[in-house]
């Protein structure tokens, strides 16, 4: 078997952006090589090979249905099998003709609800609902589980089989079972698709001169967008920033690392890269530092996942920043996409995250600092406690450093 080189790195949520509904070309973390793989460097799996073609013979034979079998089909199940046998969500294997499908839907655009989705505990769950898309406005929040997918149960549904389900033609609809905790039954949601144009970061200087910055992901404008802001507010004689993190569901790794760098001094880590064959990979703080010594603190909730992960480890590790809200979503291993030689692809993640103190991300997230809730009520009403309870401790720890 001759694997080709075709090694892409995803950003966080690859799959489950999908969902959202727009062009995803500029999605990829980048181009990393490794060696094409040889029969020489094999690592065949041990095991009776024998009682594998036993059981395919049986099939073939003894099935009800056997007329309408067909051996790619059962090779291929036996690859998928063998694939969700890791128990990763994000480890994904893709027949030809899925393959085919998934390189065109990341190059090209369709409609979408705005929603980011995972799996977490073997359960389908909206991650983070982006502003202003239909899925925000139908009320959606990060957390909810869902169940159904117009009639189609979730419970043995990959992400990317999900997706399938939830994107379409735009200005149709797509209904939800959703069940959320605290609710005695699950409810539906019908929700129109459409093109999504997700927002990059809204700013405002907030009362006691507090830089207030709501990053709602790290895609290629946040770095330029983030230099406008800060500069404008440090010009302006900024004493404080609150970083709100919460619902952004990632992006670029490397906009997370230079973001990160205007808040620590040159050098210091950032994230760490953990392989299962290769040296642990260390990305450091390079940037301007003009935050540094500014007092700070950190908004998330279930919806901050990977990139923003990513950021308030490395700012709590190394600085002390304080984490106010919920506990993030957890996704904290990197992607690589696999071309294989019959057009089949292989998604396998294939390193996990640390924080600068060597915390792992994935599946765990991170504990707040400060725990603060934000319910249904709340949302409805306007009301924002969490936010409330930030610039608590910002004016406390302005005030502080002035004494």
Same mark, same amino acid.
């Given at each position: ?245 919460? %619902?952004?569901? #990632?992006?670029?790794? $490397? @906009? &997370? *690392?230079? +973001? ?6 040159? =050098? ?93 991300? %994935?599946?765990? #997230?991170?504990?707040? $600092? @400060? &725990? *603060?809730? +934000? ?6 009403? =306007? ?21």
């Amino acid at each position: 078997m001759n694997w080709k080189a075709d090694k892409r790195y995803f950003w966080a949520l690859a799959a489950a952006i999908i969902a959202v509904g727009f062009g995803l070309g500029g999605y990829w973390l980048g181009l990393r090589e490794r060696p094409a793989f040889s029969e020489e460097t094999a690592m065949p799996i041990e095991g009776d090979w024998a009682v594998f073609n036993e059981t395919a013979a049986i099939l073939k034979t003894s099935y009800f249905k056997n007329d309408q079998l067909e051996d790619k089909d059962l090779f291929y199940g036996a690859l998928e099998g063998m694939v969700k046998g890791l128990g990763d969500p994000y480890s994904v294997f893709f027949r030809p003709t899925d393959a085919k499908k998934f390189e065109e839907d990341i190059r090209g655009s369709f409609g979408g609800i705005g929603a980011e989705i995972g799996i977490r505990d073997n359960q389908l769950l909206v991650v983070a609902p982006l502003k202003g898309t239909p899925a925000d406005k139908a009320g959606l929040l990060s957390g909810d589980k869902i169940m159904k997918i117009d009639g189609t149960l979730t419970n043995d549904l990959t992400v990317e089989e999900a997706v399938k389900i939830i994107r379409g033609d735009v200005d149709s609809q797509v209904t939800l079972l959703i069940y959320r905790d605290g609710w005695n039954e699950a409810r539906e949601f019908k929700i129109t698709r459409a093109v999504i144009e997700i927002p990059t970061l809204d700013w405002e200087m907030k009362d006691g001169n507090i830089l207030y910055v709501r990053l709602y992901n790290f895609n290629a404008n946040a770095s330029s967008l983030f230099y406008q802001a800060a500069l404008s507010a440090l010009l302006n004689g900024a004493q404080g920033v609150v970083l709100d993190l919460r %619902n952004n569901p #990632g992006g670029f790794l $490397d @906009v &997370a *690392v230079d +973001l990160s760098s205007w808040f620590l001094e040159r =050098g210091q880590p950032v994230v760490q890269e953990k392989f299962a064959n290769q040296p642990m990979r260390i990305f450091r703080s390079s940037g301007n530092q003009a935050l540094r010594k500014l007092p700070a603190v950190i908004l998330v909730n279930e919806g901050s996942a990977s990139a923003s992960e990513i950021m308030a480890g490395a700012l709590r590790d190394n600085r002390g920043i304080k984490l106010i809200g919920k506990k993030t979503f957890g996704k904290g291993t990197v992607q690589q996409l696999e071309t294989l030689n019959d057009g089949s692809s292989l998604k396998i993640s294939i390193a996990e995250w640390l924080t600068p103190d060597g915390n792992s991300i %994935n599946q765990k #997230g991170l504990e707040p $600092d @400060v &725990a *603060v809730e +934000l319910n249904e009520e709340d949302f409805k009403a =306007g009301r924002d406690p969490q936010f409330d309870k930030a610039m608590e401790i910002i004016k406390e720890e302005i005030a502080n450093r002035k004494r």
